[in-house]
């Protein structure tokens, strides 16, 4: 297959499973939001979500930026990628052995500034497995992702949630509840592991092992130190937020944020999708030529703004609904969920342009932007939380992401000097397409009755007189669907 054929079938086999699964993660986290507010109201939320949150933390230190690492070098040099996976997984042991003695260790800090209930430290305790075993699934995944073969991940993905949802509702319907919860992830994660362990050893002609050779453990080390700071601000970006919120104010206000910053993440789901899918090719491309590089980044650029426009002006009208629906006894949710949608365009426009960034070597410049949009977030954080709760909280998120794109563009136009005019003018397009949209969804929102059904057929009419526009004013044009289609079908 070619690779503009591979391209778009990874794309497409990720983007679908992904959707697939967030899907159902979020039907999923609707129920057990509401199973968890039937005993304690919304401070067990709180507290489930702080164990989550907080042990989730530690997996950059056992990542330590490996994973692309070794997506981009095992692309690049396939006949080396059975000695770099060994070597990366004989470092991840070490760094999940260490991960897990500092993660333990700074809990019982935290826990002489403010005691937590003994309840809450149970449940950190018992997250600790999920990431441990998530770690080492993706080591494996990142092998498959450097040979083209996403699908099995995409697979992977999909009957993971279903198991949290079928082991999970087992311990619910037996009466356990945040625990339970907990332990039916950890149970889903083995399964997904040997899945992994078992797509690698049919599929591929990779097997597990120890190598600890240190010139190539220097080698991966220093290559992997950009990216895991860069995972480390990143990640921090995205859950310092809820732990500091948990210190500031409680754990009520981290139940509403979360589920605002929960709607808000699945969203991201189709970025996600593609920014994995197009990294390893926007690696090749670069040693193509430029043009590649830039198309790639462009086309990429286009169809995030796409999709990330009338998906905020949609969820900012739809709101209401969204949460009565789902959450329902959650209203406070709301205000947060709409004022995070003014940041869901720049967090959809990071993806490419950290990818490009990423694929050029440009780890440290990454890195840096990300330092900084993570210091405006600590900072905004601690001057906003104390007097605007949750409200501040989902600010300092906002902010920080249009931050961390404003910083990163001028470098990728740098390294591309992509069309800018031509992203604008179909952001243009796509901004009024969304807008009318946008107003159609308000009437119809204001004029029906609000069920679920209503709430799906506004949904559905909203999505096709979008579509129908971008077609109307020359966002799309049926040719270059034709195109897409036959790389999806093309065969070498």
Same mark, same amino acid.
């Given at each position: 297959?070619?690779?503009? @054929?591979?391209?778009?079938?990874?794309?497409?086999?990720?983007?679908?499973?992904?959707?697939?699964?967030?899907?159902?993660?979020?039907?999923?986290?609707?129920?057990?939001?509401? /199973?968890?507010?039937?005993?304690?109201?919304?401070?067990?939320?709180?507290?489930?979500?702080?164990?989550?949150?907080?042990?989730?933390? %530690? !997996?950059?230190?056992?990542?330590?930026?490996?994973?692309?690492?070794? #997506?981009?070098?095992?692309?690049?040099?396939?006949?080396?990628?059975?000695?770099?996976?060994?070597?990366?997984?004989?470092?991840?042991?070490?760094?999940?052995?260490?991960?897990?003695?500092?993660?333990?260790?700074?809990?019982?800090?935290?826990?002489?500034?403010?005691? $937590?209930?003994?309840?809450? =430290? $149970?449940? +950190?305790?018992?997250?600790?497995?999920?990431?441990? *075993?998530?770690?080492?699934?993706? =080591?494996?995944?990142?092998?498959?992702?450097?040979? /083209?073969? $996403?699908?099995?991940?995409?697979?992977?993905? +999909? %009957?993971?949630?279903?198991?949290?949802? =079928?082991?999970?509702?087992?311990?619910?319907?037996?009466?356990?509840?945040?625990?339970?919860?907990?332990?039916?992830?950890?149970?889903?994660?083995?399964?997904?592991?040997?899945?992994?362990?078992?797509?690698?050893?049919?599929? #591929?002609?990779?097997?597990? @092992?120890?190598?600890?050779?240190?010139?190539?453990?220097?080698?991966?080390?220093?290559?992997?130190?950009?990216?895991?700071?860069?995972?480390?601000?990143?990640?921090?970006?995205?859950?310092?937020?809820?732990?500091?919120?948990?210190?500031?104010?409680?754990?009520?206000?981290?139940?509403?944020?979360?589920?605002?910053?929960?709607?808000?993440? #699945?969203?991201?789901?189709?970025?996600?999708?593609?920014?994995?899918?197009?990294?390893?090719?926007?690696?090749?491309?670069?040693?193509?030529?430029?043009?590649?590089?830039?198309?790639?980044?462009?086309?990429?650029?286009?169809?995030?703004? *796409?999709?990330?426009?009338?998906?905020?002006? @949609?969820?900012?009208?739809?709101?209401?609904?969204?949460?009565? &629906?789902?959450?329902?006894?959650?209203?406070?949710?709301?205000?947060?969920?709409?004022?995070?949608?003014?940041?869901?365009?720049?967090?959809?426009?990071?993806?490419?342009?950290?990818?490009?960034?990423?694929?050029?070597?440009?780890?440290?410049?990454?890195?840096?932007?990300?330092?900084?949009?993570?210091?405006?977030?600590?900072?905004?954080?601690?001057?906003?939380?104390?007097?605007?709760?949750?409200?501040?909280?989902?600010?300092?998120? #906002?902010?920080?992401?249009? !931050?961390?794109?404003?910083?990163?563009?001028?470098? =990728?136009?740098?390294?591309?000097?992509?069309?800018?005019?031509?992203?604008?003018?179909?952001? @243009?397009?796509?901004?009024?397409?969304?807008?009318?949209?946008?107003?159609?969804?308000?009437?119809?929102?204001?004029?029906?009755?609000?069920?679920? $059904?209503?709430?799906?057929?506004?949904?559905?009419?909203?999505?096709?007189?979008?579509?129908?526009?971008?077609?109307?004013?020359?966002?799309?044009? *049926?040719?270059?669907?034709?195109? &897409?289609?036959?790389?999806?079908?093309?065969?070498?």
């Amino acid at each position: 297959m070619t690779l503009s @054929g591979v391209l778009a079938k990874n794309a497409t086999y990720l983007t679908l499973s992904s959707m697939a699964q967030k899907a159902l993660a979020f039907w999923w986290f609707a129920y057990i939001a509401h /199973q968890l507010a039937i005993p304690a109201g919304d401070e067990l939320l709180g507290k489930y979500t702080f164990a989550v949150t907080y042990t989730s933390i %530690f !997996v950059i230190l056992m990542n330590f930026g490996l994973i692309p690492v070794l #997506t981009r070098q095992g692309a690049k040099n396939p006949e080396r990628l059975q000695e770099y996976f060994k070597q990366a997984l004989s470092l991840k042991i070490i760094l999940t052995i260490v991960s897990v003695v500092v993660l333990i260790g700074l809990f019982h800090i935290l826990n002489l500034y403010k005691p $937590m209930p003994a309840y809450t =430290v $149970m449940l +950190v305790y018992l997250a600790i497995g999920i990431i441990v *075993f998530d770690t080492f699934r993706s =080591v494996i995944f990142a092998v498959l992702r450097a040979q /083209q073969l $996403m699908q099995y991940e995409a697979i992977g993905q +999909v %009957f993971y949630q279903i198991a949290v949802v =079928v082991i999970g509702g087992t311990f619910f319907f037996f009466g356990y509840k945040a625990g339970g919860l907990i332990i039916a992830i950890n149970c889903a994660s083995v399964l997904y592991l040997l899945y992994a362990v078992y797509i690698l050893y049919r599929k #591929t002609d990779i097997r597990l @092992g120890w190598q600890w050779h240190w010139p190539t453990m220097r080698q991966l080390f220093i290559m992997a130190a950009p990216f895991a700071l860069a995972d480390i601000f990143f990640k921090l970006n995205g859950s310092i937020d809820t732990v500091m919120l948990n210190y500031l104010a409680g754990d009520r206000y981290v139940a509403w944020y979360s589920i605002a910053l929960k709607l808000t993440i #699945t969203l991201t789901v189709l970025p996600g999708a593609f920014a994995t899918a197009f990294f390893p090719a926007m690696s090749q491309a670069l040693l193509q030529s430029k043009e590649s590089f830039r198309n790639i980044f462009e086309q990429t650029s286009i169809l995030l703004l *796409f999709l990330s426009i009338p998906i905020a002006l @949609g969820t900012y009208v739809l709101a209401p609904d969204i949460i009565q &629906l789902a959450f329902k006894d959650f209203p406070a949710t709301i205000p947060a969920l709409q004022l995070f949608m003014a940041g869901v365009v720049f967090l959809f426009a990071n993806y490419p342009i950290g990818n490009a960034l990423n694929a050029a070597n440009k780890q440290l410049t990454n890195t840096l932007n990300m330092g900084i949009a993570l210091g405006v977030n600590v900072v905004l954080n601690i001057i906003l939380i104390p007097q605007y709760t949750y409200m501040g909280a989902a600010l300092a998120a #906002t902010l920080s992401a249009i !931050v961390l794109v404003l910083l990163g563009l001028p470098y =990728v136009y740098q390294l591309t000097e992509f069309r800018s005019l031509v992203i604008l003018k179909k952001a @243009g397009i796509s901004l009024l397409s969304a807008s009318i949209m946008a107003v159609l969804a308000w009437w119809l929102q204001q004029s029906l009755d609000h069920t679920s $059904m209503i709430f799906l057929l506004i949904l559905s009419v909203c999505i096709i007189i979008y579509v129908g526009l971008l077609f109307v004013f020359g966002g799309v044009k *049926f040719s270059e669907i034709k195109v &897409l289609w036959q790389q999806m079908r093309t065969r070498s």
